[in-house]
């Protein structure tokens, strides 16, 4: 299974760029750009959809992929990850159906 900062170096490296390149192309710094990659650090979410856009990648799922690790992250030692899974779902549609009610 492949996380966010996988992908981004799958897509890179496929394409023959240096990390630099992606680096200018995106007004990142390079370091930072390796520390997308290797996992170290975390995007935003404007950044990622620079990366999808810079990448011609699917925006939904650059962006899931990016969620995804971040809830990974925050859970991986829970013991009941389903349950939290769960209830953290119910909770998101509740507190979306109260925001787009306003």
């Not at 992908?7 to 630099?20: P, Q, Y």
Request: no cysteine; hydrophobic share 35%; charged share 35%.
């Amino acid at each position: 299974m492949e996380t966010f900062g996988d992908i981004i170096k799958n897509e890179r490296e496929s394409k023959g760029l240096l990390l630099r390149q992606v680096a200018s192309a995106l007004e990142i710094d390079q370091a930072i750009v390796s520390k997308f990659e290797r996992g170290e650090r975390k995007p935003t979410k404007e950044q990622v959809e620079k990366f999808a856009e810079y990448y011609n990648l699917d925006k939904n799922n650059l962006v899931t992929s990016w969620l995804s690790d971040k809830i990974a992250n925050t859970i991986f030692y829970e013991e009941n990850i389903g349950e939290v899974l769960k209830v953290a779902e119910e909770k998101a549609i509740y507190l979306k159906t109260i925001h787009d009610g306003r």
